[in-house]
Structure formats: structure tokens, C-alpha cells
């Protein structure tokens, strides 16, 4: 049978190749990737020498110290018998085809359950079984389809930021070729007829030649491969008009020389990509410079309980815990850092870090990991080291919790600058073309210099920019955004639902009143330390209320989101929550919100709470009538209903007796009939309502209320300033609208001066950088007067 060629890695398929889909290839594992990329219509450039499982020669042998436990220990986040998770730099992710095959690992390994990449940070964070692979094993794949990791220990302890040498090589090599040509290119300028300069212009123009292939295919490689893999990907991203710019200037330069036409344009050639790479360059040290990430973790406004020397309880800031700190976790709580369980039970869910919802059962003197939830009862632990924030905002934004909320306004940028280079392609031809009927000699300075004045990377720049600033901003006010996007879906929300209970009431000033039999102090020792494990509003103020009493670790605690607390110590079965959770079948319809008591099956009593709104929830709801639908969805009865009637606006909606699941229902409906809805809860009872809405806010008082299931965590001090952030979130999009009517404004004039063959290539590519900095200056400065008006 004759040799045929493998239609994936190029080598030859021998006598015996694979045949799928009328192509050849020279193994299964060929054919299996194929398969995968191909799914998608999505493939991503890489050395197809190295068929994915076949690890390439230089690197065998390169990992091996990722056998030995005390590094790995080093590198994971989280390290249990079935579960590891890894978040490892990767330099080589440039597009979303990168994305796409990164996030798809477990489709080349089994063994690995998910893959999640960090596209602005280059990472992306792996969990596998280590029953069945390694971290060894993970690194060795990634490395034979081109993605081989960096990886470097001082980096991953001290997490400081990668640089981009790889930029600064390539700036360096452009700056010496373009000096260089710039200077031989002097006789042609001054068009000097000196005998020995006349003599030798062809060897000059043979060294322009020579020092501008360096240029072209090292320093303006990325832009061809970005170029290359959009159009793979059947998309025509901002980098494919440089790119056939580059290589139009090239060529038509080589065969100038070549032929004795000319000295050609290598000088402009040089002079394009070195501007593009200086452009490129400080595009970088600007958003470094105005990384929002970076600011807003350390505001982070998730609280713990910190257990003093003689046992007194104090709420700190997580980033204020320090190894060797005894903490508090209480039921429903996330775990903020690894620590030794010291106290209680553990029963703990990995899934906020593994994606997969098995509880583990713990023993005191057993590790646990940052990013555990315990659910039943409170525990105490000793923390091993301090939290880093960046961990934690990890998990908030880990995509298991984020599945079917979309990055819209990131889409409609995309759709901007793909139409965009559309326009400038049929411009750039239909300019050359009318020139090389008019005047074949401007014909190749037009086309170039249409294709690099328009660029859109100031269209790409505008929104990421404002939002990110906004961002920033926020965070120091106290209202802390998961990511830009949930900005976007802010300025677009037209229903605002509110939970009633510690969202527009005060925990801290509540005051409750028991009717009852008196408990017995056996009793009251469970009930107060049954409440102590409970995340609960009522239970928080409760528990705030009554005395105090001694620490006792309960036999067994179960909280039934909705209902109640169910607790046993020794001979005292304790409920506490509805009246129908404790079995009081005859209890008449209370108009106030009221907690339930029974010990062994044997009903004790009530605590009635009389509600203390938060300051400023009147004007607030006053304001907000004017724009948005109101509706108050609360767990309790009706008792506040004439209260609130009072307090409120009239077309407020009531609505009451709602369970969890209630208020997911009543947003899904309201979200079918095209309501875009902002739901603001305690992050507890409303994690579901929290996350079916378009935009979800809890409210953070001083416990542990940190979510995934929310976008925002609004701090209790700031809610009365609700209807100013919404306001600032529209304002961003006008900022971001007129950035672009700038950038249009700007390639329109540019584009008059390239098309009529008055600009030349080099003034056109120190131009384009410069747009695209005065986009972000214009955002970041009007962001920042925006950000002004909020303080």
C-alpha cells in the first residue's frame, strides 16, 4: 500500500495509516486529537511534530523532580486522596482556540475532571485524581501539544508576577534593525550621488535585507501567529490586518531589491513593527500599573471568628489571620485557610475547590484545606499560615458557579472589532486598487498604512479598561465585584429584589422577646450553642441576645435550610426554627417573625424579633422606585407588611412566606417574561435566588458571608449607597460608548490621510500605539471623576 502523509502531525503514516473522515494519520492518538479539535471547529497552533502524548525529546527527563512529594506540596492548592488541584503559568495562551483546548484536557486525559484558564494571568488551574496520574504526568501533556508550563518554585511562594522577557528580546531586536536600516537607508533619502555611496547602495540594500528578516520573523512572530490562529479558528481578529501588512511591505521591499527597482520600504517595514512592539509594550506597564485585581483583593470584606487566649470571640478580617490563630468556622462556613481541626466534627465539602460535592469527614488533628465548607455544626482549627486573598477570589470566580452567566458585553467588543476589520480589509483593497489605477507608486504605502492606522485594539481596550478602573474603585468603597462583566449586567437590571431579613434589617440592633416554659440551663447550654454554629441572621441576633454560656462540642447538628436547626447533646434533642420545623401544629398565624423552641420532641416556646431597619433603606427605595420594579421577597410572615407599608414606596411589591426555592422560582419567572433582575440577599437562605438572578449582591455584616453563588458582596455599612453604584455601573457604559465614538473619530481621520496616500507606514504605526493609550487614559480619567462623585 503506497505511503501516505498523517493528515495531523506531517510524519509518514507507513503501510498501515488510519483512515477517518477520507484522512490519513499515523496512529490512533492523531486521530483521537483530531477528533477533539475538531469538535468545535477550533484548532490552536502548535508543533505538530509533537503528536499530544508523545513527549518531545528535549524535555524527557526535564520533570522529574515533580515525583517528589515535598515539591509538589509546594505546587497544589489542595491535596487529598482523590482530589488535586494545580494552577500552572502557562506563557503560550494567546486566543480563545487556547481556551477552548486548555479547558478540554479531560478529553485527552480522563483522569483529569476539570481545567479552568485564567486567560489574563496565563494560567490555568487543573484538578485530577492522583490515584490514577500525576502532576509529573499533567505537565508532560500539556507539554507535548505546545503548552508547556513555566514553572518555577520561588514563583509559586512569593507569587510575584511573571515578567514578558520574550517581549523585551523582541523590542530589543527591532530597535537595533530598525537603527541600523534607518541608518543606511540616509544616501537614499538625501538621493546623494557620491561615487563610493552610489557604488555600494546595493550592498546596503542587501544589509537592510539581511537585518529586517530578524524583524519580521522573530520580532512580528506573534502577530503572525495570533494572525494564523484566528483564521484557523474562522475568526478574523485585530491582528490579521497587521499582520498582511507586515508581509505585503516585505515582500514588495525583497523583489524591489531583487530587481533593481528600488531600495524598497524596509526602513517603514522596521520602523512599523518597531512602534507596534513599544506600543505593545507599554500597553502592558499601563494596565499593570492599573491592574484592578491586584487592588481590590486586599479590601476583600469576608470576616472570621477569631477565639482569643481566654476563649473571648472577636470578628477580624481574614487577611488579618496569622499562623498559629485559633478561628472559629461555623456551619455553612468556608474554611479561609489550611489549618489543623481542633475542636468538633468536621464534615467537609471540597466541592468550592474540586467541583465535585462529597463531603469529608474530619477528626480533630486532621488538616484542613483552604476553600473547605464545613456543614455540620461549628468547628475550631488552628490556622497553619496566612490567607491570601487571591485564593479565595479564586474560588468566587471559579466557573462551576458561574455557568449561566454570560460575559455579554465582552461578546459585543468581540462583534465590534471583528466588524471592524472587515471594514478596514474592503477599505485597504478598494484604496489600493483605485491607486494602482491612479498611481501605482502610492499604491502599497495606502494599503499598508489603512491597515495599520485602523487598528482596533483602542475598540478592544475601551471596556475592560473602564470596568476594570470601576472595579478599583468599588472595592475601596466597600462594594466588591466579582469580575467587569458583572458591571455590564448592573447597568442593564430593571427589577431590584430585596430579602428582608439582614438584608434590609440590622442584625446587630435586633431585639427578640421569649414566650414560653422556661428552659432549663441543660437546654439553654444547647440552644446557645446550637445557634453558635448557625450562619443564620436570626441566629446570629439571637444568639447575640441570650447569656452566655460555657463552649460544649454538640453530639450532632444539622441545619435544614428554610426550616430550622436540629442539635443533640447528651440527653437534650434540641429543634429550633418554624413553628411547623419543632412540631407546633397549633400555632396561630403570628403577624411578627418569631423562632420556635422544642426539646425532645416537647414544645418549650417562641423568641418573637422586632425588626431595626437599616439607616437610609427609605430614601434608598425612593430613589430606586424612579428607574427599577421593587419587590421585598422574604422567608418571613407578615407581620412588618403595615411597616413596611410605611416605609417604603407604594408600588413596592410584599411578598412573603417564601421559601429558598420560592424566591429561585419567582426570579426565573419574572426573568421569562424579559425582566433583567438584581437580587440582594444575606448569601445564606438566598443562594439560590442569589444565583438565578442576572445579578446577585449579599450583604456582609460581620460574619463569613462570602459566596460563590453571588457576583458582589456589598458591605452592610454601604447599603444605603445601592442606588449610586447602579448609577455609576450605567455611567461606565456611556464612558465606554464615547471611547469608542473617540476611536471612530480618530480612524476616520486617520483613514482620510492613509487612503488619499498622506501618511506614511512608519507615522501610521507610531500613531496606532498612541490611540490606543489615549483610550485608556480618557477611560481611566473619567472613571476616576466618576469615582470621585461616589465618595
Same mark, same amino acid.
Given at each position: ?346 464534615? &467537609? %465539602? ?10 469529608? *469527614?474530619? $477528626? =480533630? ?5 483552604? @476553600? ?120 442593564? &437590571? %430593571? ?10 434589617? *440590622?442584625? $446587630? =440592633? ?5 414566650? @414560653? ?135 413596592? $411589591? ?138
Amino acid at each position: 500500500m503506497e505511503n501516505k502523509t498523517c493528515f495531523h502531525c506531517g510524519d509518514d503514516c507507513g503501510s498501515h495509516p488510519i483512515t477517518f473522515q477520507e484522512k490519513s494519520f499515523c496512529c490512533n492518538g492523531c486521530k483521537t486529537v483530531f477528533e477533539i479539535f475538531n469538535e468545535n471547529d477550533l484548532t490552536c497552533y502548535y508543533d505538530l511534530q509533537n503528536a499530544p502524548g508523545a513527549v518531545p525529546k528535549e524535555i524527557e527527563g526535564k520533570y522529574d523532580f515533580l515525583s517528589q512529594d515535598s515539591i509538589i506540596e509546594k505546587l497544589t492548592e489542595f491535596r487529598s486522596d482523590t482530589a488535586e488541584v494545580a494552577t500552572l503559568y502557562i506563557p503560550h495562551i494567546h486566543c480563545s482556540s487556547c481556551i477552548w483546548i486548555l479547558e478540554n484536557l479531560n478529553k485527552l486525559d480522563a483522569n483529569i475532571s476539570s481545567s479552568q484558564v485564567n486567560f489574563g494571568k496565563k494560567t490555568v488551574r487543573v484538578t485530577y485524581n492522583p490515584e490514577a496520574t500525576n502532576l509529573k504526568s499533567i505537565v508532560l501533556l500539556l507539554s507535548s501539544i505546545g503548552y508547556e508550563p513555566y514553572i518555577s518554585l520561588d514563583d509559586f511562594s512569593s507569587v510575584k508576577n511573571h515578567i514578558n522577557r520574550s517581549l523585551i528580546y523582541k523590542l530589543g531586536v527591532a530597535s537595533f534593525g530598525f537603527g541600523n536600516i534607518m541608518f543606511l537607508s540616509f544616501p537614499e533619502y538625501f538621493e546623494l550621488n557620491e561615487f563610493w555611496l552610489e557604488q555600494y547602495k546595493h550592498v546596503f540594500r542587501w544589509l537592510m535585507f539581511a537585518m529586517s528578516i530578524p524583524i519580521v520573523f522573530y520580532s512580528a512572530q506573534d502577530y503572525f501567529i495570533s494572525a494564523y490562529k484566528g483564521l484557523k479558528a474562522k475568526l478574523l481578529n485585530i491582528d490579521v490586518p497587521i499582520a498582511l501588512g507586515v508581509s505585503v511591505l516585505f515582500i514588495r521591499s525583497t523583489v524591489e531589491i531583487i530587481f533593481d527597482l528600488g531600495s524598497g520600504f524596509f526602513d517603514s517595514l522596521a520602523g512599523l513593527i518597531f512602534f507596534l512592539l513599544v506600543g505593545k509594550f507599554f500597553q502592558q506597564k499601563t494596565y499593570d500599573f492599573l491592574s484592578f485585581e491586584r487592588d481590590y483583593k486586599s479590601y476583600f470584606p469576608i470576616a472570621i471568628t477569631k477565639i482569643g487566649k481566654n476563649g473571648e470571640e472577636s470578628s477580624i478580617q481574614v487577611y488579618n489571620i496569622e499562623k498559629g490563630d485559633r478561628i472559629l468556622i461555623r456551619n455553612e462556613e468556608l474554611i479561609p485557610v489550611d489549618g489543623i481541626l481542633i475542636n468538633g466534627k468536621g464534615k &467537609i %465539602d471540597y466541592s468550592f475547590v474540586t467541583g465535585e460535592s462529597q463531603t469529608v *469527614s474530619k $477528626k =480533630s488533628g486532621d488538616k484542613l484545606f483552604a @476553600g473547605g465548607k464545613q456543614t455540620s455544626g461549628v468547628i475550631e482549627l488552628e490556622a497553619l499560615k496566612s490567607v491570601e486573598q487571591s485564593y479565595l477570589t479564586q474560588l468566587w470566580s471559579n466557573d462551576v458557579f458561574n455557568k449561566n452567566k454570560e460575559d455579554g458585553f465582552a461578546t459585543i467588543t468581540n462583534k465590534v472589532s471583528k466588524h471592524f476589520t472587515i471594514a478596514i480589509l474592503s477599505i485597504a483593497l478598494v484604496a489600493t486598487t483605485f491607486w494602482l489605477i491612479t498611481d501605482a507608486s502610492k499604491a502599497m504605502n495606502v494599503f499598508t498604512a489603512v491597515l495599520i492606522i485602523a487598528c482596533p485594539c483602542a475598540i478592544a481596550l475601551s471596556a475592560p479598561f473602564t470596568f476594570g478602573n470601576l472595579l478599583r474603585i468599588f472595592g475601596k468603597l466597600k462594594f466588591y465585584v466579582k469580575n467587569a462583566s458583572v458591571l455590564e449586567k448592573l447597568a442593564q &437590571i %430593571d427589577t431590584v429584589i430585596f430579602d428582608k431579613t439582614g438584608t434590609i434589617t *440590622s442584625n $446587630k =440592633s435586633s431585639n427578640a422577646i421569649y414566650d @414560653g416554659e422556661l428552659l432549663s440551663d441543660n437546654e439553654s447550654l444547647v440552644l446557645k450553642n446550637s445557634l453558635r454554629g448557625s450562619n443564620h441572621p436570626l441566629s446570629r441576633s439571637l444568639y447575640n441576645i441570650l447569656d452566655e454560656h460555657n463552649i460544649v462540642t454538640l453530639d450532632t447538628f444539622e441545619e435544614h435550610i428554610g426550616k430550622g436547626i436540629e442539635a443533640k447533646h447528651n440527653d437534650i434533642n434540641l429543634k429550633i426554627g418554624s413553628a411547623s420545623f419543632v412540631g407546633n401544629t397549633q400555632e396561630a398565624a403570628v403577624l411578627n417573625t418569631t423562632v420556635h423552641i422544642s426539646s425532645n420532641n416537647v414544645y418549650k416556646g417562641k423568641y418573637t424579633f422586632y425588626n431595626s431597619y437599616r439607616k437610609g433603606v427609605s430614601k434608598l427605595f425612593n430613589k430606586l422606585k424612579k428607574q427599577f420594579d421593587l419587590v421585598i421577597l422574604s422567608g418571613d410572615n407578615e407581620g412588618e407588611r403595615e411597616n413596611l407599608k410605611k416605609l417604603l414606596p407604594a408600588k413596592t $411589591k410584599l411578598i412573603f412566606n417564601q421559601k429558598p426555592e420560592d424566591k429561585l422560582d419567582f426570579i426565573k419567572y419574572h426573568q421569562s417574561e424579559g425582566a433583567k433582575v438584581l437580587m440582594i440577599g444575606d448569601g445564606l437562605n438566598d443562594a439560590g435566588a442569589l444565583a438565578q438572578s442576572d445579578v446577585g449582591i449579599a450583604i456582609s455584616e460581620d460574619v463569613n458571608v462570602f459566596s460563590p453563588a453571588c457576583d458582589a458582596i456589598l458591605d452592610a455599612s454601604k447599603f444605603k449607597e445601592l442606588y449610586a453604584y447602579i448609577k455609576a455601573s450605567k455611567s461606565a457604559i456611556k464612558i465606554i460608548k464615547w471611547s469608542f465614538v473617540l476611536s471612530f473619530i480618530y480612524n476616520v481621520v486617520g483613514l482620510y490621510f492613509a487612503v488619499t496616500g498622506q501618511l506614511a507606514p512608519v507615522v501610521a504605526a507610531i500613531l496606532m500605539p498612541l490611540s490606543s493609550i489615549s483610550i485608556v487614559v480618557f477611560t481611566t480619567v473619567f472613571t476616576n471623576l466618576l469615582g470621585r462623585k461616589l465618595k
